[in-house]
């Protein structure tokens, strides 16, 4: 019963702003990690952060200084704000989170289906 959903990707210039949003839906129980990972063709999938225990985690070094992520646990929700948005930007992000859940009970993965970010004049 548990989903991730995500927004907020799409086609933007170079130097240009997104900000990506996930929220997790159904029988939660709590929420461990949650955090964006993002894949570019014929790349690996790589972390890009995570907030564990409200600390921000394992961020990708090619972003800092221009993403942020932020949590909103009220409303199972995790944020990205990518700034300065750069071409090699490219890719579909990914939200990810270990979940306890009612039917489920163990704390198990959960990824959402993925949105698309383009960054292209």
């Known amino acids: 019963q548990v989903q991730l959903v995500e927004s907020g990707g799409g086609l933007v210039q170079p130097g240009g702003s997104l900000r990506l949003s996930c929220v997790a839906s159904?029988?939660?129980?709590?929420?461990?990690?949650m955090g964006w990972y993002r894949q570019a063709p014929g790349k690996q999938r790589e972390l890009v952060g995570i907030?564990?225990?409200?600390?921000?985690?394992n961020f990708l070094d090619s972003v800092k200084g221009r993403f942020t992520i932020s949590r909103d646990n009220a409303k199972n929700a995790v944020y990205l704000q990518m700034n300065s948005l750069k071409p090699e930007d490219t890719a579909v992000y990914y939200c990810?989170?270990?979940?306890?859940?009612?039917?489920?009970?163990?704390?198990?993965?959960?990824w959402g289906q993925g949105t698309q970010v383009t960054v292209s004049s």
């Open positions: 990810n989170a270990g979940i306890r859940s009612t039917s489920r009970t163990n704390l198990e993965e959960y």
């Open positions: 907030i564990i225990g409200g600390n921000i985690t």
């Open positions: 159904g029988d939660i129980l709590s929420i461990y990690g």
